[in-house]
């Protein structure tokens, strides 16, 4: 048996920042990951000769004496990677109603864009610029000076995001731009609360950047702050069990139903909250009615993406994320586009390498629930049979003519690289029904859609997008959290903003 004061479940960013952190505080952990890789959303992979990102595209608050910054200081892997910092006149550009309107990088010229396109709403885009650096200063680096992680702002997990700016601003078209990122966090009308989107939007106004040379690049680096602290990262182990002792606490985790067991203090879960529960098989700890409630709760929906590989010379590249809607609801689901469910699309790109004014891959998103892919559930990668391979290059097609319409100049111009479904985050991530973004937090029941660090195992913690806010970012600070039990806010705090 292994002696670890920490074993880490699941190698996403949220496993991979707590075991960053506590290894820097001198605790050996050890990481264990089910997949052969590790990083979860983090991973790249190569296809057609191209570097593709999983599921990170873009992160805000990445500017020098940002709080994403700050942490990426604190973990010492700044040196490791590079930054591209996207177009600061337009970061986002949302494409509703045969108009184009851009989401700007920095308050002013935020407000300044888009009151030139709205200006009787001079008035209540200020006040929404105001309401959402309020309520992201809250986890700026000041703050953790002051040996806080967060300065609070959480009622406004209680608020509803569609509802708050319904009431800044009369415009019903500024509405929906203003929203229009929201199928960045799986938003929804009746359900996402003010905090999310306000995080989420804040971070990429103040400094919104993407990795060169591919996401995994983060994990890695991070994988050698933990071995040159003493830890260790274990791929293919599936934890299958925890292992309960006389007095209630997890003595050990079973890997790969009993070929090795790891004997710890402590366990932080990254995976789902359901999923972890089930490790633990049947205690009194974890009452019926507490499972059934984790086992219900709603999750965010799945993405369908294709990569999609164009001639040279086809786009420019401007460093930008186009949103481009087939429906003038910006929080829905629903959108009919030659009989396939395509209510908008999300269009990231990347340069060539070669030639970088040149956009070499387009990256579509859709999104998709698992019931659109449920005949293929229970099948392996791989070998879903050929009506699952036509059913996603038609998807594609559909997307791409679809996301022809607003660039036609990528109208035959395009080879599809690959495709993934919510499917593949099901089986590479783990994530119930293959979502994107975890569970969906809800502004109508803020307490019982919230997941707490602690859990009803005294030594198991949980850590990840499950529990405060979804993305780097929210997931960072969701380890920063989750690490504070074992070292404490303030010492932990002062370390991270003072790096």
């Given at each position: 048996?292994?002696?670890?004061?920490?074993?880490?479940?699941?190698?996403?960013?949220?496993?991979?920042?707590?075991?960053?952190?506590?290894?820097?505080?001198?605790?050996?952990?050890?990481?264990?990951?089910?997949?052969?890789?590790?990083?979860?959303?983090?991973?790249?992979f190569?296809?057609?000769?191209?570097?593709?990102?999983?599921?990170?595209?873009?992160?805000?608050?990445l500017?020098?004496?940002?709080?994403?910054?700050?942490?990426?200081?604190?973990?010492?892997?700044?040196?490791?990677?590079?930054?591209?910092?996207?177009?600061?006149?337009?970061?986002?550009?949302?494409?509703?109603?045969?108009?184009t309107?851009r989401?700007?990088?920095?308050?002013?010229?935020?407000?300044e864009?888009?009151?030139?396109?709205?200006?009787?709403?001079?008035?209540?885009?200020?006040?929404?610029?105001?309401?959402?650096?309020?309520?992201?200063?809250?986890?700026?680096?000041?703050?953790?000076?002051?040996?806080?992680?967060?300065?609070?702002?959480?009622?406004?997990?209680?608020?509803?995001?569609?509802?708050?700016?319904?009431?800044?601003?009369?415009?019903?078209?500024?509405?929906?731009?203003?929203?229009?990122?929201?199928?960045?966090?799986?938003?929804?009308?009746?359900?996402?609360?003010?905090?999310?989107?306000?995080?989420?939007?804040?971070?990429?106004?103040?400094?919104?950047?993407?990795?060169?040379?591919?996401?995994?690049?983060?994990?890695?680096?991070?994988?050698?702050?933990?071995?040159?602290?003493?830890?260790?990262?274990?791929?293919?182990?599936?934890a299958?069990?925890?292992?309960?002792?006389?007095?209630?606490?997890?003595?050990?985790?079973?890997?790969?139903?009993?070929?090795?067991?790891?004997?710890?203090?402590?366990?932080?879960?990254?995976?789902?909250?359901?999923?972890?529960?089930?490790?633990?098989?049947?205690?009194?700890?974890?009452?019926?009615?507490?499972?059934?409630?984790?086992?219900?709760l709603?999750?965010?929906?799945?993405?369908?993406?294709?990569?999609?590989?164009?001639?040279?010379?086809?786009?420019?590249?401007?460093?930008?994320?186009?949103y481009?809607?087939?429906?003038?609801?910006?929080?829905?689901?629903?959108?009919?586009?030659?009989?396939?469910?395509?209510?908008?699309?999300?269009?990231?790109?990347?340069?060539?390498?070669?030639?970088?004014?040149?956009?070499?891959?387009?990256?579509?998103?859709?999104?998709?629930?698992i019931?659109?892919?449920?005949?293929?559930?229970?099948s392996?990668?791989?070998?879903?049979?050929?009506?699952?391979?036509?059913?996603?290059?038609r998807?594609?097609?559909?997307?791409?003519?679809?996301?022809?319409?607003?660039?036609?100049?990528?109208?035959?111009r395009?080879?599809?690289?690959?495709?993934?479904?919510?499917?593949?985050?099901?089986?590479?991530?783990?994530?119930?029904?293959?979502?994107?973004y975890?569970?969906?937090?809800?502004?109508?029941?803020?307490?019982?859609?919230?997941?707490?660090?602690?859990?009803?195992?005294?030594?198991?913690?949980?850590?990840?997008?499950?529990?405060?806010?979804?993305?780097?970012?929210?997931?960072?600070?969701?380890?920063?959290?989750?690490c504070?039990?074992?070292?404490?806010?303030?010492?932990?705090?002062?370390?991270?903003?003072?790096?």
């Amino acid at each position: 048996m292994s002696r670890y004061d920490v074993v880490i479940i699941g190698s996403g960013m949220g496993g991979l920042a707590c075991g960053t952190i506590l290894s820097k505080e001198g605790m050996k952990v050890c990481v264990v990951e089910k997949n052969r890789t590790i990083g979860g959303c983090l991973q790249s992979f190569r296809r057609g000769g191209c570097t593709l990102d999983t599921g990170i595209h873009y992160v805000g608050s990445l500017g020098e004496g940002q709080t994403m910054h700050q942490y990426l200081k604190y973990f010492g892997i700044l040196p490791r990677i590079t930054l591209r910092q996207l177009d600061a006149e337009g970061f986002d550009l949302i494409h509703i109603e045969g108009r184009t309107f851009r989401h700007a990088m920095g308050y002013k010229r935020f407000a300044e864009r888009l009151t030139a396109d709205f200006p009787a709403e001079r008035e209540g885009i200020a006040k929404y610029c105001t309401l959402l650096r309020n309520i992201g200063s809250s986890i700026a680096p000041e703050v953790l000076r002051s040996g806080r992680l967060s300065a609070g702002a959480t009622e406004y997990l209680g608020v509803s995001a569609a509802a708050t700016i319904d009431g800044l601003v009369n415009d019903p078209l500024l509405r929906r731009v203003l929203a229009g990122s929201a199928p960045l966090y799986g938003g929804r009308r009746d359900m996402s609360p003010l905090y999310h989107h306000a995080m989420i939007n804040h971070s990429n106004i103040e400094g919104a950047f993407c990795f060169v040379g591919g996401t995994q690049r983060v994990a890695d680096a991070l994988a050698d702050i933990i071995r040159a602290g003493g830890g260790e990262l274990l791929c293919g182990a599936r934890a299958s069990r925890l292992l309960l002792g006389a007095q209630g606490r997890i003595t050990g985790v079973e890997l790969n139903d009993g070929e090795q067991v790891l004997d710890t203090r402590w366990v932080i879960s990254d995976i789902a909250p359901a999923a972890t529960f089930a490790l633990a098989g049947q205690t009194p700890l974890l009452k019926r009615a507490f499972l059934n409630r984790m086992n219900s709760l709603p999750s965010t929906y799945g993405l369908f993406t294709a990569h999609i590989r164009l001639q040279p010379g086809t786009l420019a590249f401007r460093n930008r994320n186009h949103y481009l809607y087939n429906t003038p609801d910006v929080w829905g689901e629903r959108g009919d586009f030659e009989g396939y469910n395509i209510p908008m699309v999300l269009l990231c790109t990347q340069p060539s390498p070669r030639e970088p004014q040149w956009a070499e891959v387009i990256t579509l998103m859709v999104p998709m629930r698992i019931a659109a892919v449920e005949r293929w559930l229970g099948s392996r990668p791989g070998q879903r049979g050929t009506d699952y391979e036509e059913f996603k290059a038609r998807f594609a097609a559909a997307t791409l003519r679809f996301a022809g319409r607003f660039f036609p100049q990528i109208n035959d111009r395009a080879e599809l690289l690959c495709t993934s479904t919510p499917l593949t985050y099901l089986d590479y991530t783990g994530t119930p029904e293959g979502s994107a973004y975890g569970l969906q937090k809800d502004f109508n029941r803020p307490v019982s859609s919230l997941i707490p660090v602690r859990s009803r195992i005294a030594n198991l913690l949980l850590t990840g997008q499950n529990l405060n806010v979804h993305g780097m970012l929210g997931v960072t600070l969701s380890a920063a959290l989750t690490c504070s039990e074992l070292v404490g806010e303030e010492y932990l705090a002062k370390k991270i903003g003072y790096a």
